[in-house]
Every structure is written in C-alpha cells, then in structure tokens.
C-alpha cells in the first residue's frame, strides 16, 4: 500500500447527503438563488432575513421542499432489473393548490403505487417546485410509463346542451356565441365502422382557433361549427346503452380534482368522496344551476391515459361539508388498467388524488432489456404486418403450440424495441397483433397481451413469469384448454368448432368465453388464476 | 444518454434541465467536500458550487463531455476560502487523533499522519492530490479542473506524495521514502 491508497480511505466513512438534497440543490441552482460564500450556523439561521422579498418566497418553497424531500425520495427497495424507464414530469397544481401540495400527493401516489404493485427500485425525486424525476424499473414501453406515472382523476363539468345531432348542437353554441362569446371552430367527423364492427356512429370531434384553420383540415362529408371559447365537446354514451349523444360543456369544471377526496370503485359505479371546499363548491353551483343532473359531463383520466365520458346518475350530499358523488360508467372500471400496454395491475389508477394535471415531458430508457429468444421461423403469410416493425423477417417466433387444430404461435419483433405480439392457428384462418407487450412491471405471473380472435376461434397471449411452467384457460363450455409456456411468452388457442358471426365476438357465448386462465408452475402448483381479460382473481 | 455538455446547453434554454447535471455529480462532490471540510459545510458549499456551475453555464467548455472536471475545479476553488477552517481540521485530527466529522473515537491508525502531512502540503499540490485520491481523478481530468498544464500536475502530485511519504515514514505508517524523493522535495 502507498501513499495514495491511504489517502484514498482518508476520512471514507463520512457518509453521504441527506436524502433529497440532491433535489434541493438542483432547485436552488436553477432557481438562481445567490451562491453562499461562508458557511456557519449564524448565516444558515440568517439568510432568509437576508433575502429579498422574493427570494424569502423561494426559501419557504426550499424549506418545505426539503422537508419533503428529507422523507422519502425512494418508493420502494432494490430493483430486481438493472433496467427500465425514467421520466421527467411536470404537474399542473388546479387552482388554489400550491405546487408542493401536487407534488406531495403525486409522490404519495408513486409510492403507494410502486408498494401495490410490488415493483421494487421505484425512485420519484423532487426536481424543481412542480416537476419530477421518476425511474420505473422494468418498463419498457412510454404507454406503460404512462400507466404508471399517471394519476387517474376525475372532473366534473356543467353541461350546457345535450343532442343527438351537430346540428342541435351548433343551433346552442350559436346562440352563446351571438350574445358575444367569442368563437372557436370545431371540425365533426363521423367515423366509419371498420369490418366486423356494429356501426357506432362515432362522432371525432377536433378544436381549431379559427374557422379557416378548421375548414382546411376538414375532409369532404365533415362539418366545421362554431363553438364559443372556452366550451368543449364530448361524446357521451348512457351506462344503460341508449344511444350516443353529443354533449356541449364548460370547459370550467364544478368539481375538480383537488375537490376530490378520495374514489372507490366496484365493477361500474365510481363513487368519490369530496373535500369539504369540494361539497361547498358543489352546493353553490346547486345553488346558482339549480342541479347536477344526467346531463353534467364527468371525465375520468384513467391510468391508461384514456377518457371515459359518462352521465351521473345520483348524486349525494350527505351532511353539511361533505358529499359524495356517484357516478355509472360505460366501462368496467376495474378492468381498464388491463389494457394492451397497460400491464401494471388491476389497481393502478385507484389511490391518492392528486389535485394537479400530469405531463410526462420526457421518457427515456435506462440500461439493457433481455433479448428476444426464439426460433428464426418465418411467420406464416396470415399475419399482417406488425406495426414498427419492418418486414416480418425481423420476427422471432418465440412459442407455438401443435394440436389437432393446426399450429399456433406467437411472433415477436427480433429487436425486442417494440414487442410486437402476432399469433396464428390455421384454423382460425390467421389472426392479428398486439400494438404492444411489454415486460411485466411486478409479479402478475402473467400477463394477457393479445386475445383477439378469428371467425373460428380466439387465441390468448402474452407474457409469462419465469415460475410459469403451464398454462390453461377454462372455457364457458367447461373444457380445458391447454396452452404452451416458453421464451417468457405463452399461447392458448381457444378453438370454437362452429362458424359464428364475426359480429358476435364480444358477446357472452360460452363457445367463445373464458371463464379462467390458469397459469402452473413447474411442480402443477397454481401461481395465478386470471379472467379473460387478464385480470387476477381471488380463487 | 445525453453529455453533460449537452445538457448543460439545453439548459441556456430550459434551465430546469441543469437539475440533470446536478443529479449526476451532486453525491460525488458532496463527499469530496465532506471529507475535506466535514457534512455540514458540504451541504452548502456543494450547493455553492452547482448555483456558481449553473450562473457561469454559458461559459462552459462544451467541447468536454463530460461537466466532471469543471465542477470539482469550482468546488476547488471555493474550498480554498475556507483554508483556515481546513488548517484547522488537519492540525486537531493530526494532534489529536480524534477524526473530524465523523463521530468515532481517537486513533492511531495513518489519519492523523494523513493529516499532517495535508496540513504540510502547499495547497495547490494538496488539491491536486485529494482531487486524484479521494475524487478518482485522473492527471488530464485535474488539469482541466485546475486549469493548469498536466505536467503541472504531475509534477504536483509528485511532490505531494513525497510530502506525505516522508511524514508517514516518520510516524510509522510507511517505511522511509527512497532518498531522491526526498532530494525532489527539498527542491521546491
């Protein structure tokens, strides 16, 4: 050992900073407060005496920053994976909220999140007033990103005008617009069902500052409306089924998210507590509006990033400071966040509201992936192209099935940047892909990635854990299915021994219906049952 | 991954993407100063050393990947305002034996020498040693940091580490330093 050695363990166990300090200095610098030139005790009681009139604001901010910062910038522990995501997100506080309180309840959601979830290594980190820095291990894809980084949330709107047509619609945008609102334009697109789809007579409806700006976006059969600043449209469909409707709203919400308390949700009721200032807010919009009726436009931002457009059907004031609203959806709430790229669980987008608006600014990818194994097989000619992938050349087929139906596999772009997922069964006379299937975030045992069908038959897909030896889905007729597991991936052709309408792909025959997928170890030991949908289930 | 350089000229338009360049080196520097002038003075300095960093960013030599160097060059430079506080923190562990910083009982190991040998030690060349043995710098990295030549370095280091050579030899810690270090040191 030289002298060298010994200076390179001289004084080593001082330790390392507080946590969050990193942030708190990055904040200060960025923020440009004035480089301190001494330091002791005397200066740090004093400096914000010192400061002006704005940099004494900036030192409250520092102060509760840091006091936040202090407590726990790590959600969770050691990653499992030396790989995954980070973003850098901003939050948008609502009104009347300070961007402290958006980021604590964020950093709260993050961590109770990433604990649910069971996704070690999640760090969010304090990186100015109202932005942050999260690292996701594990993801791979900017929708699975999303799903997780974003809170859901809920607003409501007052709706000013609900109709069944654009005409009925421009007739009261008009006449809002004739008493001196001042107009934005709106290009209404109707959009044409593809094959096998039941015609839904959706309407697209995109916002331009001016008309001219719409009328030279519009295609032929479009119309171009005007609509007073500041309202909005959507397209609305009653949790009974009736028929679709347009909805011209404010686009000032009566209830926002900070009026939030909290959201419980069971199959397609959504009922959220209000704040106290929340049901004060909600009673004086009574008051003035006289109801919060069928026709108010509540959106739900789910986790996935989508919007769901719905009616209220009751809603409730309890006792004087506190309300509830209750609220039926379209969709099956606790299935949502089991959509295609959105493979974090069951409960994502329930837990902490946070009264502020999410932007992932950016997102990027950190360390390596696994490769895709598979075999060098080309993919037979049924299968479409693969979107963001060049030719299927480029595929690996990472896991087929033989049986007495004919062969059926699972495809994936070689790259592994894209994850595609195409699967066949000639039976079935060829079948679609997935848009994405990314690697599981936490230890679902597997995760349902692709589960279209053909005119004969479906085929279930996705991802599998490496403690997955079997899989098996429990058909609504009582027969088994037996799938095949391998490469991390795993298949199950669902196999319907009768020509059915294509048109009755989501109905609820038992031909076509799932009950249970099972997922086996190597010893037959059930790690995970699912629904159709890939949703875990309780046995 | 983006550079240093890179971000830091992002910066010039969003200067929210400085943080980047702080969470990158803030620890690194943050025990450099700690071990130099103890936990409470790194916070601030450190914090001094990233406000300086992000109000000089348009000076910064963006032909250099990497913002390494220039930061422990300012985290140098502002150290040195505190040379008597360090005078002092050397003189009572060498004295003493008790370490600084660190609540531990005194020893005898080769700290105190350490210490002396510091506190001997023409502040320039003690820089470039501690940046080389406690920062992992390497000569060019000190150079830039320190701006000065590398031979100027070298030849810094060089007469640090006889400085110290000799003064661990006498209080036991290392054997006795070959003569013409000695020659080399008596030189300056």
Known sequence: MNEIDLFRNYLHDVGGPAPGRTALVALRAVSGTAPTTRSSPRRRRGWLAAATVGGVALAVGLALTFTNLRQTPSATGTARVGWGMTAD?????????????????????????????????????????????????????????????????????????????????????????????????????????????????????????????????????????????GYAFVLAERPDGEDLGLTLFKDEPVIRRSDVARIEVAGRRLVAQLTPSGATRMRDYLASEGALDDFDVAELNMAPGGIVPTYFTIV??????????????????????????????????????????????????????????????????????????????????VVHLTTADGDSGVWVAADGSSSMTASTIPRLGGHGSSPACPALLGPPPISLCDSGGGPA??????????????????????????????????????????????????????????????????????????????????? | MQTDAQIIEEAERTPEAFATVV??????????????????????LTSDVFTTAFAARTRFDSARDSARPWLFGIATNLIRRHARHEAQILDAYARTGRP????????????????????????????????????????????????VPIGTVRGWIHRARAVAARELAAQGVLPHPPRDADAKVAEK
């Open chain 1, 316 to 397: 409730k004031a309890r006792r004087a400071g506190e309300a509830s609203i209750s609220i039926e959806t379209t969709g099956t709430l606790d299935q949502v966040p089991r959509l295609p790229g959105a493979l974090v669980g069951p409960d994502t987008w329930i837990g902490p509201v946070v009264p502020a608006g999410v932007r992932i600014d950016r997102a990027s990818r950190y360390g390596s992936a696994p490769e895709v194994v598979g075999d060098s097989v080309a993919p037979p000619r049924q299968i479409p192209e693969i979107p963001g992938t060049r030719s299927t050349a480029a595929l690996l087929r």
């Open chain 1, 89 to 229: 997100i901003t939050l948008r506080p609502d009104p009347n909220v300070s961007p402290q309180a958006a980021v604590d309840a964020y950093m709260q959601l993050i961590r109770e999140r990433a604990d649910r979830e069971d996704v070690p290594g999640v760090r969010v980190e304090q990186v100015a007033p109202d932005r942050v820095h999260l690292t996701l291990p594990s993801a791979t894809t900017r929708s699975q990103l999303a799903s997780f980084a974003s809170p859901s949330d809920l607003r409501v709107f007052p709706a000013i005008a609900s109709a069944r047509s654009v005409e009925e619609i421009a007739a009261v945008a008009n006449r809002a617009i004739s008493d001196g609102a001042r107009p934005v334009a709106y290009v209404i697109a109707k959009s044409k069902p593809k094959d096998g789809e039941t015609p839904a007579g959706d309407f697209l409806t995109t916002q331009y500052k001016t008309a001219a700006d719409a009328s030279s976006h519009a295609k032929p059969g479009d119309q171009v409306i005007p609509i007073p600043d």
């Open chain 2, 23 to 44: 969470r990158r080196h803030h620890d690194a520097i943050w025990r450099y100063v700690a071990r130099r002038l103890g936990p409470d003075t790194a916070d601030d």
């Open chain 2, 100 to 147: 600084p910083h660190v609540d531990a009982p005194a020893n005898d190991g080769a700290g105190p020498a350490l210490a002396a040998a510091l506190a001997k030690m023409r502040k320039p060349h003690r820089d470039a040693l501690l940046l080389h043995a406690l920062a992992d710098m390497t000569y060019e990295e000190i150079a830039q940091a320190m701006d």
């Open chain 1, 457 to 539: 038959g479906s085929i279930l897909a996705g991802r599998a854990a490496d403690n997955v030896e079997f899989v098996e889905a429990r058909r609504g007729t009582g027969e088994i299915a037996r799938g095949a597991v391998a490469n991390g991936w795993f298949i199950i052709p669902i196999v319907v021994h009768e020509q059915v309408d294509p048109r009755d792909f989501s109905t609820d025959r038992p031909e076509w219906r799932v009950d249970e997928i099972v997922a086996k170890d190597a010893q037959g030991n059930i790690v995970g049952h699912f629904n159709q949908d890939g949703v875990p289930i309780t046995p």
